[in-house]
Structures are given as C-alpha cells and as structure tokens.
C-alpha cells in the first residue's frame, strides 16, 4: 500500500469513497457507518477541492496494488497542531489495519510539520470509534462541540448532534 497527497484528480474518487463509508447502506458494510445518526452525504467535491487546494491542509490517500484510491485521511495545520479528520477506508476493507496505517503517517506528517499535538472530532455516539482512537493513544478531552446541525454540507443530523474532541501529543 502506497501513502501520497491526493490531487485535484482524485476529487471524484475521494468523495465517493468517503460517502460511501459514512452515509446510506454501502456504510453499513463497515463499522465506521454514521447513516443511523445522519442522512444526506458526508463530503461534497467542493470540500474536497477546498482542502487539496488548501494552504495548510491536505488529504493523504492510500492506493492499492492496482492504484485505487481504498482510504484516506484529512489533515489541516492550526499552528503547532494538526487536525485530523474524515480518516476513512473503504468499509470492504475495514478491520485490515489500514487505519492504522493512516494514522501513523498522519502522525509522521505532523513531525515533519512541527506540531506537537494532533486532535480531531468525532460524533458523541461514536463509542466504539471514539474507543479504537483511544487505543491508538489518543485522549478523550471529554470538551464537546456543537455538530452544524442546519447545513446540509455536513448531511442530514436524525437528532441532535455533538462532536467530543480527541488529541495526542507527538
């Protein structure tokens, strides 16, 4: 498996992979599914172009043998810290130790960019999810967010929504 920025090519690609881990049945797949909370998508290629183009930000993609794009990770520098987010893998290849992966050159990006801390949001309801960051050392802040629940960018909340933020120090 190959670890590389994504380009403005990969937009298509991405956000179909990422909607398709999150949102509507392809997710149930997985174990990284949000269609119980949400509906509508989970990424738009707008967003994407946004965080490509970015000048702080990047999505690291992971290609298979044949150069399919099968995962991929979401980093933006805030200072000395490094946001993660929409760490996803295609939910047939889910339980492989991909994320794993992901998350290790996440943490090697973050080096390389001098940040000392890494941290990101995720879903209150997310237990198991918010449990397997834990595992691979990250915190739980227990400090809560707000989930933007009137836009519809961010899909379409069944209830009312909240994000805890998660770090590690590096």
Known sequence: ML???AILPDV???EALVNSAYRGESSRKGWTTEADFLDG????AERLTEI??????????????QNNI????????HGSKLYLGMLTVSPTLQNKGIGKLLIAAAER????????????TVLT?????????????YLNTKEIKPFPMDNP??????KKLEFVVLKKWC
């Open 3 to 5: 670890i590389l920025p």
């Open 12 to 14: 298509a690609a991405l």
């Open 41 to 44: 998508i989970r990424v738009d």
């Open 52 to 65: 490509i183009q970015g000048k702080d930000s990047q999505i690291l993609k992971a290609l298979d043998a």
């Open 70 to 77: 099968i995962a991929c990770v979401h980093l933006e520098k």
């Open 109 to 120: 990006e973050a080096k390389k960019l001098n940040c000392n801390t890494i941290y990101m």
């Open 125 to 137: 309801e997310r237990d198991e999810l918010i449990a397997w960051y834990e595992r691979h050392g």
């Open 153 to 158: 960018r961010f899909g379409l909340p069944k």
